[in-house]
């Protein structure tokens, strides 16, 4: 009688723990093919917010939104959605990414706000309004593209050490991206110059200005650079870095980063070659925006190349794990 006893409690035993163990087996086929290797994607403890404190840089209100929703609204201010899946899931993560360093480490001037939509320091935003406007005709597929893009890597950041990292993004480089302690000074281990071939097939790679001697002089001197009567005499010094991009350039007697060159004349970016011919200066320039981070063009054509957004990730921000 013992004996039956104790085969009926095993056998009763056996039949809730083997579907239990098949369920268990079953959960990490269905990862594995959704995320890869458990290495790919870590677990982390940071606490990911469900809403999010959007401050206004013009009216500096602040509207409080769901996490999604914003997430919607400023991939479809910053990048284009005609770019691969891929390449706008990778997007997402980097502005969570922002979103959630700058919630860390935001300074005293965004109050309660955990963000503004200033682009310049943050990153941009727009409302469903004003996506209806910017896309028009095609707002309902880019709609449904853009949410489908965020719904499946909503949870997902980079982290670096275990922080959010400063997931600096840009339009288009010069063909490999910038240092970030080239362009802004500071360490950043992450934010470090690699190739980014897939950017000088873009239509918008190269750029071209022509100023006036008198525009260009009237420019410089409002920026207290002395200018003499020789306009071949105004440039020279020229400091590149290694990708091709201005860090210092001595204008009369004043030197400045390529950046506020960049700024002074509207220029795409810092990666420029100027010179005066016939009465007037010449800029001819490469790549748009600040060339640091994740190049959006290089990611676009690195995802039609068939890599995922965690291989664009890992490859424009070497040394992060996706958490």
């Known amino acids: 009688m013992k004996s039956y006893t104790l085969l009926c409690f095993f056998l009763s035993l056996a039949m809730i723990l083997c579907p239990l163990c098949s369920v268990e087996r079953a959960t990490d086929v269905i990862s594995q093919e959704l995320f890869g290797e458990s290495a790919d994607i870590e677990e982390s403890e940071t606490d990911v917010m469900s809403t999010v404190k959007i401050m206004s840089a013009e009216s500096k209100n602040i509207t409080e939104m769901s996490l999604r929703e914003y997430l919607i609204g400023t991939v479809a201010a910053e990048m284009s959605l005609s770019y691969h899946e891929e390449a706008i899931k990778a997007q997402v993560i980097a502005s969570h990414t922002l979103l959630e360093h700058s919630r860390l480490n935001k300074s005293e001037e965004i109050g309660e706000a955990d963000i503004t939509d200033n682009s310049q320091t943050h990153q941009g935003y727009i409302d469903t309004d004003t996506q209806k406007e910017k896309w028009g005709d095609n707002y309902s597929k880019y709609r449904e593209k853009i949410e489908k893009c965020v ?4 949870n997902l950041i980079i982290q670096y050490d275990g922080e959010p990292i400063t997931a600096a993004f840009h339009a288009i480089s010069n063909g490999k991206t910038e240092n970030a302690s080239d362009v802004w ?34 420019i410089m001197e409002k920026q207290d650079a002395t200018l003499s009567d020789d306009p071949n005499s105004w440039i020279r010094d020229t400091v590149k870095t290694e990708t091709g991009m201005v860090k210092e350039i001595t204008v009369g007697d004043k030197t400045f980063k390529g950046s506020d ?8 970016s810092s990666t420029f070659d100027c010179k005066y011919d016939n009465g007037s200066f010449s800029f001819t320039v490469s790549g748009y925006g600040h060339g640091v981070g994740m190049s959006q063009y290089g990611a676009d ?12 990730l890992q490859h424009y921000y070497p040394g992060t794990q996706i958490v």
């Open 151 to 154: 719904d499946e890597v909503i």
């Open 185 to 218: 000074g500071g360490t950043y281990p992450y934010l470090i110059s690699v190739e980014s071939a897939g950017d000088k097939l873009s239509p918008a790679y190269s750029s071209e200005l022509t100023v006036s001697v008198d525009e260009f002089k009237s």
């Open 261 to 268: 060159i960049r700024s002074f004349f509207s220029l795409k």
């Open 301 to 312: 054509f690195m995802a039609r190349q068939g890599l995922t957004y965690k291989e664009i």
